[in-house]
Each structure stands twice: as C-alpha cells, then as structure tokens.
C-alpha cells in the first residue's frame, strides 16, 4: 500500500504546500509517413529516490483545494510500496503507448499475448528510465453534506526523469536526456497518485519524444540498418581446409570454432566458418534479432549482426567483428551412411555446460512435408542434443561439419536419441553461401 503518515489528534499543524515547477509540453516532432525509426523497446526504470521520502502533502493552505476536498487525515505521502511498484511495472504501457502515438519504431506491445519477447529481441536501442525527482500536493475528498471521507482523493503530480538510451549494436550508453512531466487528476480516485504519476510520466515521455537529438539519434540508426530479406545475393566466403585427422586429435581447435548465443529470449548454439567471422546457427535461436552475443570457448563475448535468416530451412547466417583462428571446416560433399560416428558440439540448457560434446552415429535419412508443403531434408542421429544446442555443428569422425543440430524427438516412454540436423549443404544453398577453401 501506499506510504501515508497520519497526523494524531491536536497535531495537524498547517503544512504547506509543495513547490511544483512549471513544465512546458514541447512541440511534437512530426515523422513522416512511411519513414521509419531505429526499432527499440523499453528497459524498464528505477528510481534513486530513498524508500521513506516525502513525495507529495496534503496541504491546509494553497495547493488543490474545493469545497469537499480537504486536507483531511494526511499530512504527507512517502515513497515506497504500491506507487513505487507502479513506478517500475506499469510504466511500461505508458512508454510504449506515448512513443507508438509520437511515431516511433517502439517494440515490445505489453497489450500483446504473444511474441513480445522475439518483438523486443529485434531492437537496436534500449531505453532506459531513472526517476531522479517527485513532488505532488493532494486532498482528501469529503461528502458534501456530513464532511465524512470517502477515502478518495486528487492532486498533481510532478516528475522528473534521466533517460538512458543503450546501443545493442555497440554495447554503450550511446544518449542520455533529461525530461520532466506534470499530471493532474482532477476525478477524486482511490489511485489518485498512481494516476497523477501516470500522466506526469506521460508526459515526460512524449517530451523525450519530442527532443529533437532523440529524434536524431533514431533516425541515424535506422538509416545505417541493412535489412534483412530473402533476395540475399550469393556470397563467397574463404572457410577452412577439410581435415583428415581423427577429431579427437582436434577437439580443442573443433571448439575454439563452436559458440554459445545469446539473446534476450534465448540461448543457443553456433559455430564460425570463416576467419573474418562469419557463422550459422539456427533462425529460430536468433529470432528477430538483428544482433546476438556470442560467448567464446575462452569467456570472452562480442556482439554478432545477424546478416540472413531463412526460416523455411530454420538457418541464420551471423557476422562478429573478430578475427578467427580455427573456423569450423565445412564438408558439404560428404557422403553419409548409417553406423557413420557423429559428434555435436553446443551448449545443452545453461551456458555452464558450454562445449559439450556428444557422440552417435547416423540413424536414418528423413524428408519431412512440412513449410507448406514441401519436402524438408534431415540427418536423423542418437548424439544427444536438448535445449540449447539448437544451431550447434554436427561434425563426422573427421571434424568437419556435416549438419547443423535443429531439433529433438521426444515420444512418450521413448529413450532412444532420436535427434534431427540439417544437412550442411542444404543450409549453405538456403543462405545462398559458396564457402570454399583457402587455395593452396
């Protein structure tokens, strides 16, 4: 519940008033129709205002006054239980509503059911709210007949608010803006404050909208986007030579080339096939992101822009700003048949078990009617793979990669691996990749 101190009896010394400033609603930027910003999403807020401090006052002089709304049985608000709760929680639909209403490319509709996660997973900024100053004065409304309260008030509301905007793309703090916002509830109403503090809010908000460098900020980034789409021209890459040698005599140059990905909505598995930091996994652990964060074999974690995606073969091709010593070989040509030893490579349900490494053999050859209705090929294995390993390599007894884990089979009462991977080949052709080795 709401912080009140309650005045006792012979004590209710006449307060004042607090000090509300004066806030100008500024002008709205006008976007036009058919431009369309950075896509971004709200990071929530918090508040570097102490628990226990004074808020708002129910003055006995000056403030919001009437017949039937008086100073009553308060004498102050503090900050803290339910109106700090609604600070950090419900703001969310008044960010994203007055951003959706300004023009913005605003992700993350907290009115939808589903997807807001892989919503909020594409977008490039992040912005975040910290309440550096609150100030209100209300009063308690009354019968009009018999003074008696109806535990009902109103008032105004005044806030403060640092913004923070952080680039995906760069991993910083890239703008920081300072915006305030003054709300009335003039209805007396049991949440009169959280109400009051919704509207001050709003319009702090839309006076971000509004700053012209914020709008600059956007409009850069969406300028400098690539998108993504499905007339992705063939691509030549330089992968790494076809090994010969038993994968065991490998193993640690096999997982220096394997990754874990992450996003806000999941984790995953991935691998480089070549040196300047090109990689695959699977479209569903990237999502609707535009960029991941993959965490090497060493701890160390870059940033990774998702470049094509194409969902009907469930494959992504990713690029990370590094250079690579051991990519993942590719043998696209290789000719598998039953009893063949494989071996996946991937991070299965929690980035503590990273590079781990399974074994099985190849269990069948499946072409599935599925994405509409065509035929979709898959290496059917017992090396086990779970959660998180989605878009790991499935590699044969040489080290070089022969699919791409996707999915596993859980029947009731089965104990059987009955595991599914894409064919290598079948992923490069979906991407439209031509990854050849170094020439000699």
Known sequence: MLAVAAAGLGLAACQMPMEIPEVK???????PMGEETAPFSYAGAISKIPRGTTIAAFPDIGGVKSLTCVAGRHISLEWGGRIAGAWSSEMNEVFFSTMKESGYNVLGD???LFNRGADRARAHYRVGARLVDIRGNFCDEITF???????????????????????????????KFVTEGRGEQKTPAVEATVQAMGLAFSMAVANLAADPAY?????????????????DARLELVGAPLSRDAIADRI????????????????????FISRDGYGLTNAHVVGEADHVTLRLNSGVEVRAEVL?????????????????LHPLP??????????????????????????????????AFRNFDERGGKP?????????????NSGGPLLNRSGNVVGISVAMIAPKDVQIGLNLFIPIQSALTSLNLDVRPPAR
Do not use: C
């Open 110 to 112: 907290p009115s939808s």
């Open 215 to 231: 709008h600059d900020l956007m409009r850069e980034d969406s300028r400098r986007t690539p998108p993504k789409g499905d007339g």
């Open 376 to 388: 979709v090929s898959y290496i059917q294995a017992d090396a086990a793979i779970t959660h998180g």
């Open 308 to 324: 094509r995606v194409k969902k009907a073969r469930d494959v992504a091709l990713f690029k990370a700003p590094v250079q690579v």
């Open 145 to 175: 007949w018999w003074g008696v309260p109806t535990n009902r008030i109103m008032g105004e509301m005044y806030v403060k608010v640092e913004w923070e905007v952080y680039s995906e793309p760069e991993r910083r703090v890239v703008g």
């Open 252 to 271: 640690d140059r096999i997982l220096g080339g394997a990754v874990s990905i992450i996003t806000p909505e999941a984790l995953g598995s991935g691998f």
């Open 330 to 363: 590719l043998a696209p040509q290789a000719k598998l048949v039953r009893l063949d030893e494989v071996y996946a490579v991937g991070t299965p349900n929690q980035l503590s078990l990273q590079s781990t490494v399974t074994k099985g053999v190849v269990s």
């Open 25 to 31: 609603q500024r002008q709205q930027i006008e976007i």
